[in-house]
């Protein structure tokens, strides 16, 4: 009949392969994951990415955030997974855990409680679907490894640990190892200033808009970088206004402007200080905040 209805299945492991090509860098791919944490409610965020004698890497992203019990682990790791309940989330559409992490590793586990259930850990392992062809949810065994990884964070409450294994997109294979060596280190660096840079509200202890975050990365602790120098005697605000709004429903909002003419380079007073700031053509423009997280 012509009404019928038609439903056609995706293919998991086509679907799963292709979702891996969306375009995240690296940086990009482990914001994702910290806004999921501070989605959660965390005030503390411990990412390590640890190099094996073998060269391959592991990376894992633990949390005190809420947790989740095992129904909360099964909705995270669907593909268009639930709304959030509260708008000002930095998670929309569902689906930045799984294609972040799939971008860079072929197995992604989660292990999480929350404040009244047990461990429990749940993976998606993309040769395991390409074999059976079918949207299979593993349940693997608990590791005590990674139990110890993620009550580093919780102190045994709740909170979340997400993993990486086979990793096979992050670094290349060299035949030398120092610069093998070198690479992982400007990855482990530009990570951490890439979340100065994106987070600084929340790292910033008297910036009182957002909830303070910390965030470290192979147990260093990140600082914030404010790219107006804000803090400096000699920059000048020239501009500070909010601009009103009409969204297409008819309610009203409003979006707050900032201009900022920074110090010249010789107002540093040391070189340290310089560095810090940053102050080049590379970072002047125009930078985009949504809910005091930096999007552009």
């Given at each position: 009949m012509q009404n019928e209805e038609i439903i056609l299945e995706p293919d998991p492991a086509r679907v799963m392969e292709g979702l891996r090509d969306t375009g995240y860098s690296f940086n990009t791919a482990m914001a994702d994951l910290v806004d999921n944490s501070i989605a959660a409610k965390a005030t503390i965020i411990k990412i390590r990415i640890s190099k094996n004698p073998d060269n391959t890497v592991n990376v894992y992203i633990a949390d005190n955030g809420t947790g989740m019990n095992l129904d909360g682990l099964k909705n995270a790791m669907r593909y268009g997974s639930d709304r959030r309940q509260d708008p000002s989330s930095l998670g929309k559409f569902g689906l930045g855990l799984k294609t972040a992490s799939t971008a860079f590793c072929r197995c992604l586990s989660l292990l999480s409680k929350d404040g009244t259930s047990n461990y429990h850990k749940v993976q998606w392992d993309l040769d395991e679907i390409a074999k059976k062809n079918k949207w299979l949810l593993l349940q693997p065994e608990l590791n005590e490894d990674e139990?110890?990884?993620?009550?580093?964070?919780?102190?045994?409450?709740?909170?979340?640990?997400?993993?990486?294994?086979?990793?096979?997109?992050?670094?290349?294979?060299?035949?030398?190892?120092?610069?093998?060596?070198?690479?992982?280190?400007?990855?482990?660096?530009?990570?951490?200033?890439?979340?100065?840079?994106?987070?600084?509200?929340?790292?910033?202890?008297?910036y009182t808009s957002a909830p303070n975050v910390e965030i470290y990365v192979n147990d260093i602790k990140v600082e914030p970088w404010d790219p107006f120098c804000s803090k400096h005697q000699k920059t000048r605000q020239l501009a500070v206004t909010d601009i009103p709004v009409q969204m297409p429903d008819g309610s009203n909002t409003k979006f707050h402007l900032g201009a900022y003419l920074l110090p010249r380079v010789d107002d540093f007073t040391s070189k340290e200080e310089r560095a810090n700031a940053r102050v080049s053509n590379d970072f002047e423009g125009f930078y985009v905040y949504r809910e005091n997280r930096l999007i552009y």
């Open positions: 139990i110890s990884l993620l009550e580093e964070v919780t102190g045994g409450k709740s909170g979340t640990l997400v993993i990486w294994d086979k990793v096979d997109r992050l670094l290349k294979a060299y035949s030398n190892n120092s610069y093998l060596n070198k690479a992982y280190n400007k990855l482990i660096e530009d990570l951490k200033f890439h979340f100065s840079m994106v987070y600084q509200r929340f790292l910033d202890t008297s």
